[in-house]
């Protein structure tokens, strides 16, 4: 194609020097320094600030709450959890950090948290709770992580730098050697494994004291946390693939429950005879247990999904929108399994569903966008990832997505926009060679 000499395209023309300089990242406002641990009150190395910590969280931790198909529209959960977090964040070392706390619509079982302070707990495993006091543990026990600072002491380390400002490419999702490829993963599997901590023995060793420390401090029986190591014991053993992404990032053993019954006993013995609120708790997840057994399915789906059984997935994803037809995950989850099946009109139509059900939340319009570009209708697309963009601005898809419909719509001028803007923030991976490649082609960068 030969190139064009419109002033627009002179303007958005730029060199390969240029294009790279552009493009790059750069750590330079992270400088190293040292920092009174607020936990131990001893000085130790430590690249971020409690600013950046807040400003990571705020950045990222909605790419993570949107992979878990987002907070539950159940206000008075939510609030419930929210309350007792609060309790327990205003008896921590850190009590003046911006605390959020939510539960999410994600069936698998975890809980985790961001630098900042946001703390999200699965609807997975609420069900596998008992009791408000193991709740607090739960919440305690995340709450140890940002007071001790270990994903900032992560990032220290460079290897969570790296992985944070080397390159959000992990972001760009599983694109395959043909076209898009699968959609499975292209908004969501990127939280905790980007996004979020590995966290260490020691520091899971840590995490439980300070979640002790707290939940009773907030007064609550110490044997919640107690109760809480032995039910995620008890479900490593009976259901290891339900619970396998919890422990990737917070290494259980044995030793972590004998620990915590043996600190019961000895530091706080004067204290179990504080309330666990099991009543107050099953009040308050009543109707979340109502909907036990389509998550249930829902888990058996997603498990089945991950070994590449489509057909058996849908099968379980049927059940469970039986039990709950209007539920957004449910919704999402059978609209993920038609398009990676490649039945993209099936895919849209359960995509649609799920935007009626929840249209402030992204995945749905991320995979109506995926849907209406394989039907080739690239209007629809556009219009869809430009949502997905308002309502998450930090994932980078929906960028190149908007690019590659306006490619499809033939408008060359917005398409090499949206490319340009993608490749500033990722560099590697197929749909980042897509874009350059494209770019080149139109004349935009000068090899």
Same mark, same amino acid.
């Given at each position: 194609?030969?190139?064009?000499?419109?002033?627009?395209?002179?303007?958005?023309?730029?060199?390969?020097?240029?294009?790279?300089?552009?493009?790059?990242?750069?750590?330079?406002?992270?400088?190293?320094?040292?920092?009174?641990?607020?936990?131990?009150?001893?000085?130790?190395?430590?690249?971020?600030? #409690?600013?950046?910590?807040?400003?990571?969280?705020?950045?990222?931790?909605?790419?993570?709450?949107?992979?878990?198909?987002?907070?539950?529209?159940?206000?008075?959960?939510?609030?419930?959890?929210?309350?007792?977090?609060?309790?327990?964040?205003?008896?921590?070392?850190?009590?003046?950090?911006?605390?959020?706390?939510?539960?999410?619509?994600?069936?698998?079982?975890?809980?985790?948290?961001?630098?900042?302070?946001?703390?999200?707990?699965?609807?997975?495993?609420?069900?596998?709770?008992?009791?408000?006091?193991?709740?607090?543990?739960?919440?305690?026990?995340?709450?140890?992580?940002?007071?001790?600072?270990?994903?900032?002491?992560?990032?220290?380390?460079?290897?969570?730098?790296?992985?944070?400002? !080397?390159?959000?490419?992990?972001?760009?999702?599983?694109?395959?050697?043909?076209?898009?490829?699968?959609?499975?993963?292209?908004?969501?599997?990127?939280?905790?494994?980007?996004?979020?901590?590995?966290?260490?023995?020691?520091? #899971?060793?840590?995490?439980?004291?300070?979640?002790?420390?707290?939940?009773?401090?907030?007064?609550?029986?110490?044997? !919640?946390?107690?109760?809480?190591?032995? &039910?995620?014991?008890?479900?490593?053993?009976?259901?290891?693939?339900?619970i396998e992404l919890m422990f990737a990032t917070h290494p259980m053993s044995e030793e972590r429950y004998a620990t915590a019954v043996k600190r019961v006993k000895e530091d706080y013995a004067k204290s179990t005879g504080l309330p666990r609120y099991r009543e107050r708790y099953m009040d308050n997840t009543e109707r979340l247990r109502a909907q036990k057994k389509a998550i249930e399915e829902m888990q058996k789906g #997603?498990?089945?999904?991950?070994?590449?059984?489509?057909?058996?997935?849908?099968?379980?994803?049927?059940?469970?929108?039986?039990?709950?037809?209007?539920?957004?995950? !449910?919704?999402?989850? &059978?609209?993920?399994?038609?398009?990676?099946?490649?039945?993209?009109? *099936?895919?849209?139509?359960?995509?649609? *569903?799920?935007?009626?059900?929840?249209?402030?939340?992204?995945?749905?319009?991320?995979?109506? !966008?995926?849907?209406?570009?394989?039907?080739?209708?690239?209007?629809?697309?556009?219009? *869809?990832?430009?949502?997905?963009?308002?309502?998450?601005?930090?994932?980078?898809?929906?960028?190149?997505?908007?690019?590659?419909?306006?490619?499809?719509?033939?408008?060359?001028?917005?398409?090499?926009?949206?490319?340009?803007?993608?490749l500033k923030v990722v560099q590697e991976g197929d749909y980042a060679q897509h874009a350059y490649k494209r770019l080149v082609e139109w004349g935009y960068i000068k090899k």
């Amino acid at each position: 194609m030969a190139k064009s000499s419109s002033a627009a395209h002179r303007a958005h023309e730029l060199s390969r020097r240029h294009f790279l300089w552009l493009t790059s990242l750069s750590a330079a406002g992270w400088v190293a320094g040292c920092a009174r641990n607020p936990v131990t009150g001893k000085s130790q190395l430590m690249l971020v600030s #409690e600013e950046e910590e807040i400003q990571v969280d705020k950045q990222y931790s909605p790419l993570q709450f949107s992979s878990d198909y987002g907070s539950v529209r159940d206000k008075s959960l939510n609030e419930y959890v929210s309350d007792v977090g609060k309790k327990i964040s205003s008896r921590t070392h850190r009590p003046n950090m911006p605390y959020s706390f939510r539960v999410v619509n994600a069936t698998y079982i975890n809980a985790y948290a961001f630098p900042g302070g946001s703390i999200a707990c699965t609807r997975g495993i609420l069900l596998d709770l008992d009791n408000e006091a193991q709740l607090a543990a739960l919440l305690g026990h995340e709450l140890g992580h940002v007071n001790a600072r270990h994903t900032a002491q992560q990032m220290t380390k460079s290897t969570f730098t790296q992985a944070f400002v !080397g390159g959000l490419s992990v972001l760009a999702g599983v694109a395959g050697g043909s076209g898009l490829g699968q959609v499975a993963g292209q908004l969501g599997s990127i939280g905790a494994g980007a996004l979020l901590a590995s966290y260490s023995r020691d520091n #899971e060793r840590e995490a439980d004291a300070l979640g002790m420390e707290y939940m009773v401090r907030a007064g609550y029986n110490p044997n !919640g946390m107690v109760g809480l190591q032995d &039910m995620l014991v008890s479900l490593n053993k009976s259901k290891p693939s339900a619970i396998e992404l919890m422990f990737a990032t917070h290494p259980m053993s044995e030793e972590r429950y004998a620990t915590a019954v043996k600190r019961v006993k000895e530091d706080y013995a004067k204290s179990t005879g504080l309330p666990r609120y099991r009543e107050r708790y099953m009040d308050n997840t009543e109707r979340l247990r109502a909907q036990k057994k389509a998550i249930e399915e829902m888990q058996k789906g #997603e498990q089945l999904m991950g070994k590449e059984k489509y057909k058996e997935a849908e099968s379980h994803f049927s059940k469970a929108l039986r039990e709950a037809p209007e539920d957004y995950a !449910g919704l999402v989850m &059978m609209a993920t399994c038609q398009l990676v099946q490649k039945d993209y009109r *099936e895919g849209l139509q359960y995509a649609e *569903e799920a935007q009626s059900v929840y249209p402030r939340e992204a995945q749905a319009h991320h995979l109506s !966008g995926f849907a209406r570009i394989q039907t080739k209708d690239y209007e629809g697309a556009y219009e *869809e990832f430009s949502t997905c963009e308002k309502l998450l601005p930090a994932n980078p898809n929906s960028i190149f997505f908007k690019g590659y419909a306006l490619e499809g719509m033939r408008n060359r001028e917005k398409a090499s926009q949206e490319y340009t803007r993608y490749l500033k923030v990722v560099q590697e991976g197929d749909y980042a060679q897509h874009a350059y490649k494209r770019l080149v082609e139109w004349g935009y960068i000068k090899k």
